[in-house]
Nanobody, 121 residues
Framework: QVQLVESGGGLVQPGGSLRLSCGAS????????MGWYRQAPGKERELVAV???????NYADSVKGRSTISRDNAKNTVYLQMNSLKLEDTAVYYC???????????????WGQGTQVTVSS
């Protein structure tokens, strides 16, 4: 199995910055895509950013230009640097990884437990 552990959430003022981290551990053969979703109270979970093993990235329009996703493949870790944070960025942020535990197995999604990001003055 694969476990994902997030860190870096917290309380920040509008205009501030946060860096989220998510490390994958366990029986990992390889991971192709890693990324972040978020879910605000009363709203559906939405994709924030994704990065492939080759470094290709994609961002939600709501965070584009303010956030940077990066990845350390050797450490199976993904990062999300968020700048110029807004009140509407408040949400629980979930890390995910699309990986497999063996060459013979299919890729499947693994999720972290979530980390709270609160933007408030």
């Amino acid at each position: 199995q694969v476990q994902l552990v997030e860190s870096g959430g917290g309380l920040v003022q509008p205009g501030g910055s946060l860096r989220l981290s998510c490390g994958a551990s366990g029986t990992i053969f390889d991971i192709n895509a890693m990324g972040w979703y978020r879910q605000a109270p009363g709203k559906e979970r939405e994709l924030v950013a994704v990065i492939t093993s080759s470094g290709s990235t994609n961002y939600a329009d709501s965070v584009k230009g303010r956030s940077t996703i990066s990845r350390d493949n050797a450490k199976n870790t993904v990062y999300l640097q968020m700048n110029s944070l807004k009140l509407e960025d408040t949400a629980v942020y979930y890390c995910y990884a699309n990986g497999r535990t063996s060459f013979y197995y299919s890729y499947q999604l693994y999720w972290g437990q979530g980390t709270q990001v609160t933007v408030s003055s």
